[in-house]
């Protein structure tokens, strides 16, 4: 029987440049692991992404003792972290929030503040700033997934963050992610 798998989250940052997620699969896949779970993007000029990898213990030890030459090579800030398996939660619902307002200063905190005086974890978060078809005026959109006590009245809850989102002029939408 195997051994039971490890695992170990991983952050880089680093100036963008073709072959980054190249060179850091190959030496993960060398090392005999696995990125079971990964986010990356590009923010101004810097390369940022996070992996959470699977392994043996021994496998995910020799990556973390390599990953100091791997940071100089390749010109990155790294930080590795081990940490174990999400267990999955039976009491949280898995709802999407969608969010887009004219652009200013505290959209983000302002939802978080929203959901966390309700005990709602946010799960994933995507922002981003552009100009508007033909007018040009700065706007923001947020998505998000949020864990929803399964305890909570959710029409309440939907009633009670579009009245938040109005108050802020903010076009907010809350509906249940399908097929999670």
Not at 24 to 45: A, F, H, P, Q, W
Not at 68 to 75: A, H, Q, S
Request: hydrophobic residues 45%; proline residues 6%.
């Amino acid at each position: 029987m195997p051994a039971p798998s490890s695992f170990l989250v991983i952050s880089a940052l680093g100036r963008d440049r073709p072959g980054i997620v190249n060179e850091l699969s190959k030496t993960i896949l060398e090392g005999e692991c696995n990125i079971v779970d990964s986010r990356m993007t590009v923010l101004g000029g810097e390369f940022a992404i996070l992996l959470m990898v699977e392994g043996q213990w021994n496998t995910l030890a020799k990556l973390e003792s390599a990953l100091p030459e791997i940071e100089k090579r390749l010109g990155l800030t790294i930080i590795a972290k081990r940490t174990e398996e999400r267990a999955p939660s039976s009491n949280q619902l898995p709802y999407a929030v969608e969010v887009v307002a004219m652009d200013h200063p505290g959209i983000v905190h302002q939802l978080a503040e929203f959901f966390s005086e309700r005990q709602i974890n946010i799960e994933d978060m995507v922002t981003s700033s552009y100009a508007a078809a033909h007018t040009g005026t700065p706007m923001f959109s947020v998505t998000m997934s949020v864990g929803i006590p399964a305890n909570l009245h959710i029409a309440t809850l939907r009633d009670d963050f579009m009245d938040y989102c109005d108050s802020l002029n903010l076009d907010g939408v809350l509906e249940p992610i399908k097929g999670a």
